[in-house]
């Protein structure tokens, strides 16, 4: 699904438990539902989108406590509630949004062309160093490398030592 038709129907979802959390008597915690908008805009990838689906979640969820139809709730437990739907509300999208910016550094730290030396197969980095592959490599990403020798290079290299290393 494009991120346009997810923002949509984010906004979408968000008028629809608007109109339902106004129906409900106080004392029902339906303010967590909006909950549901934060981890649908979360499917965007924009921590931004993220973040103004927290604001208008935490926004409706105080709304909706002053224009509600008043029950035979107590009134300390609807506030309780009412909290407790905004710090779901938030703790929703602040993990979203952490995970979001972790997947974005690992997408970032592995994407795009690398300039690299045909012959000594260096890598030369963003300030125009030269590094070995395998230094760029570690700093890089999370990768981290133990050397050995392909037989082919083994052969080339140390053919006739390899060879009666391998009768002896």
């Known amino acids: 699904m494009q991120p346009k038709h997810i923002k949509i129907l984010a906004i979408v979802l968000a008028l629809l438990i608007f109109i339902m959390d106004l129906q409900i008597p106080l004392g029902v915690a339906v303010g967590v539902l909006y909950t549901g908008i934060v981890l649908l805009a979360e499917f965007t990838r924009e921590n931004r989108f993220i973040r103004y689906m927290a604001f208008l979640g935490t926004a409706l969820?105080?709304?909706a406590y002053f224009y509600k139809p008043e029950g035979i709730a107590v009134p300390w437990m609807v506030i309780a509630n009412r909290v407790l739907s905004?710090?779901?509300?938030?703790?929703t999208a602040l993990l979203g949004v952490r995970i979001n910016s972790q997947h974005q550094?690992?997408?970032?730290?592995?994407s795009g062309l690398l300039p690299i030396c045909a012959w000594c197969k260096k890598i030369r980095d963003d300030k125009g160093y030269w590094n070995q592959l395998e230094t760029y490599i570690k700093n890089h990403t999370e990768a981290d490398f133990s050397h050995s020798i392909c037989p082919v290079c083994m052969d080339e290299h140390f053919g006739d030592e390899h060879s009666a290393n391998k009768t002896a």
């Open 105 to 110: 550094e690992e997408v970032r730290s592995l």
């Open 61 to 63: 969820t105080i709304i």
């Open 86 to 91: 905004v710090y779901v509300i938030w703790v």
